[in-house]
């Protein structure tokens, strides 16, 4: 998230690539550009600095260029229950740098959060779509409600890869390999300042939740901490073996 | 939760407390009856199995007998933040084992939950009201939102020994001395059926979701999983010196 | 809603039928039922007291009989926009009592409601459906936020015959003819207890809002106050020449 | 609401004044300004055509001036149940043309809104404090669920003059005088564009609910219709003796 975050990601990403040999990297990048959506340039950055896709959530549209950017940029993906004829796309398939075919689904909930179609019967209706084509499905689910959450992470088993929860920019620690092979996690957490209100500056949060005044929220100018799960998988089935959390904090 | 969460405690805690030298044990007993609230019975058993104080939530009225047992039971707390006239106390001050003073305070947050008073500044009038009768101060968030709950443990780092987060059901991975020595979590997690949806059966909610009709919500009858913290303090400023996560499946 | 509301319906709806010379009445039943949702002896009375057609909304389901008898009653509607699979229909084509071929449409609101698919999208598939049909087309939006509901009367205008509210039980004074031919209203009311907040007894819902503990809602056993609204329409174009309110207190 | 809105109170209020013998004239001003707050020019124009006193909602903070302003400016209101410290007030007592005292007390809604102060005990600290110093007391609850709007007129009923609902934007038809004798509606509705979803842009609005995407909303610039309820008074005990709405179209 802002700043931070994306510092956070140059310095470290290359390290734990090489370090675990990690053969893909997905990041939701929602946040990337000063705590309000991403932006073309930034993006650039952080494909450089190691990441292969991006998904997104509900600050998706906060940088206008994204409108037309993310038709051309297949690597970026928005949540795929918006209504049809939303720019972009919602999942796509990729290859790894192993050679592998790898797909990647970007869903949304709906509890707390926008009016949005079903992210239930839409990843039913993706995982219908791509059948045949891969093993190896990531959805990232972009959501508030933990009951919503972990609905999907039972409702996916053995159908996906792995299904991780992005949205509250705090990192759970309930991650599992559920009984059918599928790893999940409520929540990976966020990429960004560490001594922060899920990333924006202290002082303002406290202040707007304390006077109930409107206060422009501010990525906070603080060290970072590196958020993230690292997924070993079996590409002939697609199960999860392992799924491991990394909470650095710099 | 329900009966598997009883179930958890009773052959857990006595163990837990025993090995790691515990000298208080404050417990989130909201769903501890059925997934629905308390009732006397059950916190008398919880208690004869070593939890000392009970703070509670959104579902603390669900048993119509504790509107009249909580006057009588100073170990069973309730958010502090309802209104005036409420029955029950939402802070108390204890002895623990090894005779040292300790205040419990318990409040709600509000985003996304019921129209309580200011959670900030009902712990502001609490920590008024207790000043100078003890140093080791815990605080039980019950709140939904994580910019809440990050946001009351800034706002209280320094003036108490802990904030810790409870109603995701969700542990988080976050646990953290702050820099003015409190120790804090987001969320603390449940303790109760292990392979279930916050609690609850997981096809029922699935089927909530997916058929947006009425189900009746049952606990699971699965394993159990325990989730909860450990701190350390230093007695004489209040301080925390360490907090720990505990996160066992059965 | 509840008694009082049946009694309304008993004690005016006949002679206003015949007074006004009405050829079709749509009623909202989701209250009909002590406050919540319908049954299928409640109905029965209420279509010899003269509703030609029931709609419903988000309590629909309360009663659990509705569940297999409304896949068996085609007058009576719930939602069209709740999932695929969902038992019952959001529409149906009836024939008025001068032989007019007429289509009702069911549809809900998701703002501060539930998580259905899109109400616009819905109308337009259905729309689509019943082309060539009928020139008649009445639809019952069930929603909370005047901002989705008055949208969606522009939204319809010139496609439909009108356009009528419910949800908030209380009636609003802005019926209009839309530039191009559709009747609007944001809400036609409540046809039940008068002295009532919103159909339940007062007490119980103050005492809620300021103790903020559970109460059992009741409806409220005063008089009655019925609501509704009356539309003039050219059955060759199926545009609207009049809407009129009616709001009497017994 | 916006400029329509302020061309339909020049166009109308002087005349309306004039014509009914209006004594006193108060008008909520969120959204005087473009749609969003109040400027001090704007408040400056309004005061000049004929308004007495502004109340507002939950866009009181959207122009910044206000946040000075409003602390010298005694007949501009805001909620009263903001927290303790919040710049300016939230009732005061003036006087009318024909020189009598009236209280005007300006409180929010919780419902689907801002986390504040109950407004139920709000008002009863207020009406405690002006006790003895009028008889004349109004009352404007801005609030979007209808529940708490009719819950809140029965809860003052015989003890103020009366209680007006805004913020829906939309007119109620149930303008009534309440047994104990305050005058009651649940909504007065909005003087703005006519053609419009409450004040808004009708395309930009639908376009939002359709696509889910953000849209920059603008004020309609069509014709205006004006709203408003006038009360009959009497002066000794109070009480209204007559409620009656005003609904323009132009
Ligand atoms: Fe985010
Ligand atoms: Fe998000
Ligand atoms: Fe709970
Ligand atoms: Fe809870
Ligand atoms: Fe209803
Ligand atoms: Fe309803
Ligand atoms: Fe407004
Ligand atoms: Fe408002």
């Given at each position: 998230m802002g700043r931070p975050g994306r510092k956070a990601v140059l310095d470290n990403l290359g390290f734990i690539r090489k370090e675990q040999n990690i053969d893909f990297v997905i990041a939701n990048?929602?946040?990337a550009a000063g705590g309000h959506g991403i932006t073309k340039e930034i993006a650039r950055q952080l494909y450089a600095a190691g990441v292969d896709v991006f998904t997104m959530g509900n600050?998706?549209?906060?940088?206008?260029?994204?409108i037309t950017y993310i038709d051309k940029e297949k690597r970026l993906l928005r949540p795929?229950?918006?209504?049809?004829?939303?720019?972009?796309?919602g999942f796509n398939i990729f290859e790894t740098k192993s050679g592998h075919s790898i797909a990647v689904i970007n869903v949304s909930g709906r509890i707390y959060m926008q009016e949005l179609d079903c992210p239930f019967r839409t990843v039913d209706q993706i995982l219908e779509e791509i059948k045949g084509k891969t093993k190896l499905i990531f959805v990232d689910f972009h959501a508030e409600a933990t009951s919503e959450k972990v609905a999907m992470g039972w409702y996916l088993d053995g159908r996906v890869t792995a299904v991780c929860g992005t949205h509250t920019h705090v990192q759970t620690a309930d991650e599992r390999i559920l009984p059918k092979g599928s790893a999940y996690i409520t929540d990976i957490g966020?990429?960004?300042?560490?001594?922060?209100v899920i990333g924006v500056s202290t002082h303002l949060v406290i202040e707007k939740f304390i006077t109930q005044m409107p206060r422009r929220f501010e990525v906070a100018e603080t060290g970072y901490q590196f958020n993230a799960v690292v997924i070993d998988v079996d590409?002939?089935?697609?199960?999860?073996l392992k799924i491991e959390r990394i909470f650095e904090l710099e």
């Amino acid at each position: 998230m802002g700043r931070p975050g994306r510092k956070a990601v140059l310095d470290n990403l290359g390290f734990i690539r090489k370090e675990q040999n990690i053969d893909f990297v997905i990041a939701n990048g929602e946040n990337a550009a000063g705590g309000h959506g991403i932006t073309k340039e930034i993006a650039r950055q952080l494909y450089a600095a190691g990441v292969d896709v991006f998904t997104m959530g509900n600050h998706v549209w906060n940088k206008k260029e994204i409108i037309t950017y993310i038709d051309k940029e297949k690597r970026l993906l928005r949540p795929a229950n918006y209504p049809p004829g939303t720019p972009g796309a919602g999942f796509n398939i990729f290859e790894t740098k192993s050679g592998h075919s790898i797909a990647v689904i970007n869903v949304s909930g709906r509890i707390y959060m926008q009016e949005l179609d079903c992210p239930f019967r839409t990843v039913d209706q993706i995982l219908e779509e791509i059948k045949g084509k891969t093993k190896l499905i990531f959805v990232d689910f972009h959501a508030e409600a933990t009951s919503e959450k972990v609905a999907m992470g039972w409702y996916l088993d053995g159908r996906v890869t792995a299904v991780c929860g992005t949205h509250t920019h705090v990192q759970t620690a309930d991650e599992r390999i559920l009984p059918k092979g599928s790893a999940y996690i409520t929540d990976i957490g966020m990429t960004g300042p560490r001594d922060s209100v899920i990333g924006v500056s202290t002082h303002l949060v406290i202040e707007k939740f304390i006077t109930q005044m409107p206060r422009r929220f501010e990525v906070a100018e603080t060290g970072y901490q590196f958020n993230a799960v690292v997924i070993d998988v079996d590409p002939v089935n697609g199960s999860a073996l392992k799924i491991e959390r990394i909470f650095e904090l710099e």
